[in-house]
T-cell receptor, first 112, second 111 residues
Framework: AAGVIQSPRHLIKEKRETATLKCYPI?????VYWYQQGPGQDPQFLIS???????DKGSIPDRFSAQQFSDYHSELNMSSLELGDSALYFC???????????FGPGTRLTVT | EDQVTQSPEALRLQEGESSSLNCSYT??????LFWYRQDPGKGPEFLFT???AGEEKEKERLKATLTKKESFLHITAPKPEDSATYLC????????????FGQGTTLQVKP
């Protein structure tokens, strides 16, 4: 069965640089969620989209923005990167908001 | 504010030694409770969804149950390959589906 695809899988950036993370949801899933997981921590909700519209926003810094495109893939744009942004970033998708969320393999971002 | 607390933080079992993981939650209105398994450096893998008190679901050696205040993940005769972090999450007051996670229980099963 098709799963959530994330790219890149690993990303190394320097402070103050920008990064773009991509997420391709499971086919026919219309809702995408982004989560951030720091070392030894649980996933923290960042932002979600339903039918290409932002549906909810969590503890996402103003330096981050995201969107969902017409083909339902989503991109998380991160600017002015800080050391504290180093984490695993997961994308999850579901068929309808509130449905079972299936997570991608994650993007490991390291900021040096 | 929705909250999830898992216990214990870590659990070491011998192969075949059954046990239970606890997930206590506080939400204004539970829309769903989810269990995930996470291996180091990988994405959470969906296990179960529970929607109402009294509901139970099973998959191989795992069984999840739900009451009005907590959920249990029972592991029967675990094997070393069951070693992982088990995450509990709730879809609570938000109608957008965002999940609030607990800190997880890291299970180690020794042969």
């Amino acid at each position: 069965a098709a799963g959530v695809i994330q790219s890149p899988r690993h990303l190394i950036k320097e402070k103050r640089e920008t990064a773009t993370l991509k997420c391709y949801p499971i086919p026919r899933h219309d809702t995408v969620y982004w989560y951030q997981q720091g070392p030894g921590q649980d996933p923290q909700f960042l932002i979600s989209f339903y039918e290409k519209m932002q549906s909810d926003k969590g503890s996402i810094p103003d330096r981050f923005s995201a969107q969902q495109f017409s083909d339902y893939h989503s991109e998380l744009n991160m600017s002015s990167l800080e050391l504290g942004d180093s984490a695993l970033y997961f994308c999850a998708s579901s068929r309808l908001a509130g449905g079972e969320q299936y997570f991608g393999p994650g993007t490991r971002l390291t900021v040096t | 504010e929705d909250q999830v607390t898992q216990s214990p933080e870590a659990l070491r079992l011998q192969e075949g030694e059954s046990s239970s993981l606890n997930c206590s939650y506080t939400v204004s209105g539970l829309r769903g409770l989810f269990w995930y398994r996470q291996d180091p450096g990988k994405g959470p893998e969906f296990l179960f969804t529970l929607y109402s008190a009294g509901e139970e679901k099973e998959k191989e050696r795992l069984k999840a149950t739900l009451t009005k205040k907590e959920s249990f993940l029972h592991i029967t005769a675990p094997k070393p390959e069951d070693s992982a972090t088990y995450l509990c999450a709730v879809h609570g007051s938000s109608n957008t589906g965002k999940l609030i996670f607990g800190q997880g229980t890291t299970l180690q099963v020794k042969p």
